[in-house]
C-alpha cells in the first residue's frame, strides 16, 4: 500500500507542476496498481506490487520496441518516458557479479549437474531475484552455468 500512495503523491506532484507527460504515466501506473487491487478484491502486498511493476515495464519495452521498429519515434519516446518514470519505483537491478554469485549457490544448493536440472534452479533462483533481474537473462545465466 506504501507504493500507491508514493505514487499518488509523485501524481499531485505532476498536476500541480503541469507535467503532462509525467502525470500521464504516474496515472497508467496507479491505474494498473488499483485494477490489480480491484481482482484480487483486498490491498496488494509488496511481491504483488513488484510483479504488477514488472508487468508494466515489459509491456513498455515490448512497445517500445515495435513503435521503433515501425519507425514510430514519437510513440517510442512516449513509451521510453513511461518505462524511466516506472523505473523510478523498481527496486535497483542486480549486478552481474551478484546474479552469478546468486544462480552458483543455488546450483550447489540443489546439486545440478547438467541442463536437465534447468527447472530446479530456476524454482530457486527467481524467487530471490524478483524484480531484480529480468528472467530471460537468468535463465541463460543458469543455461551457460549448465552446459
Not at 506504501?2 to 499518488?8: D, S, Y
Not at 508494466?56 to 514519437?74: C, I, L, M, N, S
Not at 527496486?91 to 551478484?98: A, F, H, K, R
Amino acid at each position: 500500500m506504501e507504493l500507491i500512495g508514493t505514487i499518488e503523491s509523485e501524481l499531485k506532484e505532476a498536476r500541480l507542476a503541469r507535467d503532462d507527460d509525467r502525470r500521464d504515466a504516474l496515472a497508467l501506473i496507479l491505474a494498473s496498481l488499483r485494477s490489480a487491487e480491484k481482482e484480487l478484491q483486498r490491498p496488494l502486498s509488496e511481491d504483488e506490487e513488484l510483479q504488477v511493476l514488472q508487468r508494466e515495464r515489459k509491456k513498455r519495452v515490448e512497445a517500445f520496441q515495435a513503435y521503433e521498429a515501425a519507425g514510430r519515434e514519437e510513440q517510442a519516446d512516449k513509451e521510453d518516458y513511461e518505462l524511466e518514470v516506472l523505473e523510478e519505483f523498481m527496486p535497483e537491478p542486480l549486478s552481474d557479479e551478484e546474479l552469478d554469485e546468486i544462480v552458483d549457490d543455488v546450483i550447489a544448493e540443489v546439486g545440478a549437474t547438467s541442463l536437465r536440472d534447468i527447472g530446479r534452479v530456476m524454482a530457486d533462483v527467481m524467487p530471490r531475484v524478483s524484480g531484480k533481474a529480468d528472467g530471460s537473462a537468468v535463465s541463460q545465466i543458469v543455461r551457460e552455468k549448465l552446459a
